[in-house]
């Protein structure tokens, strides 16, 4: 039968109306027993429909002499599931054919796997062919290129591409708007976007990213404001980038405006609020949704884990666990797993979160660390040491995140032995410079365990300067332990980090009434009235219980 004959119309119709793999298979087999497996038409149609590459292989390999438009459907396969190497080497089999030769619909699906892969040398011998087959001033080829160059921050190659380009469409100008956001180029990207002959609105969302990225959110506002028609990728856009600055009036504001929402928008507020600290709102948003019958997808529920162990709430805890086990969602992935475990480590069912942890197939930093987190929290610092050693018997390295979660748990259990280990081998083992952090959980360790002076110390060796709230620490053992003198020096200290903080002249002052040091006491208030410093009412972390 020839090649390209268009035959047997009931298995046309056939392929047409195929719906899922299983159905077809059959369809296939029914091919294969009619004999048409050279129908390069059917086998073209049977080709386009498969999902699976190995499928795809094992039918276009049957054929005898595959024609160039065969090859271009695998190819696009192949880069569609970022099968790269495959992808080249059956470029260079096309190439080698006789009877199969690359055209102008070859090279886009070769250059958008570079892309993927940022494969910038392979990218340029493709580029180079294409040159050489006559094709490079195909419109939609030159437009995958600049994408690509841009992709891959070769922002002058982009350029080049571009200008040469005989005709453009918009698509093209949209991909150099990118490549110039890419680089973070903004001036030209402006440039670029204010000369395009017309836009769509892939090219507003792009530019509006490109500033909320920059932190131009006036701009990025003003650009949505002038939109002809806003899509709500506009509207998510800037609700991130009002998040990422914790504008969350704002970025309801607008979540509340769009008239319709997808599953990205709402993750993209609950995540907000979850980031700025707000649990509450969180929840709140996340019960809204669902009362829109609005199917949580993976990212939502690891954002409303993150807002249950900021809560610490047990309940919402077990909730959201036995919500998940009912779902279609996979709690085998990492990233849910982990959230899943830091969820029941700090909400206090560490019972269920060791059974999670074991469950891994394999464990790395961050389990680990909302493991020792979870056991710091609920006072069983000596388990959180023994975790933490196992961890890195597992070889895992540690980083400066993984050293403050130690720290912090030897802190909590007053393990200074274990805390000052740890420190010292952050600094000679793994080459760290201990930041502000590290040093804040060593002076809380030492003034929890009464080595005061060790604290000012270490306080005053800080090559940078420490956070005040590691003064407060130590001035809060002052308090508990009795020591005037030192109080005095380190609340003095507190006082030029926060001159507007009334909690060092409340504790300098406790420290004087129980020394029964009235007179010093009353010049602290004094200071206090003639500074206009008021002591505002709530919680303290200057105060906090030892």
């Given at each position: 039968m020839p090649s390209n004959s268009i035959s047997d119309p009931s298995i046309r119709t056939l392929l047409n109306s195929c719906r899922n793999i299983h159905h077809l298979h059959q369809i296939h087999a029914r091919i294969i027993h009619k004999g048409l497996e050279?129908?390069?038409?059917?086998?073209?149609?049977?080709?386009?429909?498969?999902?699976?590459?190995?499928?795809?292989?094992?039918?276009?390999?049957?054929?005898?002499?595959?024609?160039?438009?065969?090859?271009?459907?695998?190819?696009?396969?192949?880069?569609?599931?970022?099968?790269?190497?495959?992808?080249?080497?059956?470029?260079?089999?096309?190439?080698?054919?006789e009877n199969a030769q690359p055209d102008k619909f070859t090279y886009p699906s070769l250059i958008t796997a570079c892309s993927i892969e940022f494969r910038l040398k392979e990218g340029g011998f493709v580029h180079g062919s294409a040159i050489r087959c006559g094709v490079s001033d195909d419109l939609f080829f030159g437009s995958s290129l600049v994408d690509f160059y841009g992709k891959c921050k070769e922002i002058v190659c982009a350029r080049k591409v571009f200008d040469e380009m005989p005709v453009r469409n918009v698509v093209t100008w949209t991909a150099m708007v990118v490549g110039y956001v890419n680089v973070g180029d903004w001036d030209n990207s402006k440039k670029v976007f204010d000369e395009m002959p017309e836009r769509n609105s892939t090219s507003w969302n792009v530019m509006i990213g490109g500033l909320v990225k920059a932190g131009d959110l006036c701009n990025a506002r003003k650009l949505f404001d002038e939109m002809p028609e806003r899509t709500i990728v506009s509207y998510t856009v800037m609700i991130d980038g009002y998040a990422k600055t914790g504008d969350m009036a704002s970025?309801?504001?607008?979540?509340?405006?769009?008239?319709e929402k997808d599953i990205v928008a709402w993750s993209?507020?609950?995540?907000?609020?979850?980031?700025?600290?707000?649990?509450?709102?969180?929840?709140?948003?996340?019960?809204?949704?669902?009362?829109?019958?609005?199917?949580?997808?993976?990212?939502?529920?690891?954002?409303?884990?993150?807002?249950?162990?900021?809560?610490?709430?047990?309940?919402?805890?077990?909730?959201?666990?036995?919500?998940?086990?009912?779902?279609?969602?996979?709690?085998?992935?990492g990233h849910v797993m982990a959230a899943l475990i830091?969820?029941?480590?700090?909400?206090?069912?560490?019972?269920?979160?060791?059974?999670?942890?074991?469950e891994m197939p394999t464990r790395d930093?961050?389990?680990?660390?909302?493991?020792?987190?979870?056991?710091?929290?609920?006072?069983?610092?000596?388990?959180?040491?023994?975790?933490?050693?196992?961890?890195?018997?597992?070889?895992?390295?540690?980083?400066?995140?993984?050293?403050?979660?130690i720290l912090t748990a030897c802190s909590r259990g007053r393990l200074v032995k274990e805390g000052w280990y740890y420190f010292e081998t952050m600094k000679n083992e793994y080459a760290m410079v201990p930041s502000p952090d590290h040093y804040a959980c060593m002076v809380d360790l030492l003034s929890r365990s009464g080595q005061l002076e060790a604290a000012y110390e270490l306080l005053n060796a800080v090559p940078v300067e420490p956070h005040a709230s590691a003064w407060g620490s130590l001035l809060g053992a002052c308090k508990l332990?009795?020591?005037?003198?030192?109080?005095?020096?380190?609340?003095?200290?507190?006082?030029?980090?926060?001159?507007?903080?009334?909690?060092?002249?409340?504790?300098?002052?406790?420290?004087?009434?129980?020394a029964d040091q009235w007179l010093e006491y009353s010049v602290?208030?004094?200071?206090?009235?003639?500074?206009?410093?008021?002591?505002?009412?709530g919680y303290s972390l200057l105060q906090q219980e030892r």
């Open positions: 050279q129908d390069h038409y059917l086998i073209s149609q049977l080709l386009t429909l498969s999902s699976s590459v190995s499928y795809s292989t094992s039918i276009f390999h049957r054929l005898l002499r595959p024609s160039t438009l065969l090859y271009n459907i695998l190819l696009k396969i192949y880069s569609r599931k970022s099968q790269f190497d495959d992808t080249i080497s059956f470029f260079i089999r096309m190439k080698r054919s970025a309801r504001a607008l979540f509340d405006k769009a008239t993209a507020l609950i995540s907000g609020y979850v980031q700025n600290g707000q649990p509450n709102e969180a929840m709140k948003i996340f019960l809204e949704m669902e009362s829109l019958n609005v199917k949580p997808d993976e990212y939502i529920m690891v954002s409303l884990m993150s807002a249950c162990s900021q809560s610490g709430n047990s309940d919402l805890a077990k909730w959201i666990d036995s919500y998940l086990i009912q779902s279609s969602i996979d709690t085998r992935r830091d969820m029941n480590a700090k909400c206090g069912n560490m019972e269920r979160a060791t059974t999670l942890f074991e930093l961050i389990s680990y660390c909302s493991m020792i987190q979870g056991l710091s929290i609920h006072g069983c610092a000596k388990q959180a040491v023994e975790l933490f050693d196992r961890m890195l018997n597992e070889k895992l390295t540690p980083d400066e995140a993984a050293f403050t979660v332990y009795g020591e005037v003198e030192l109080g005095k020096n380190v609340a003095k200290r507190l006082f030029e980090l926060e001159p507007e903080n009334s909690g060092p002249y409340v504790l300098l002052s406790s420290i004087y009434a129980a602290v208030r004094d200071q206090m009235k003639e500074r206009g410093v008021r002591k505002l009412p």
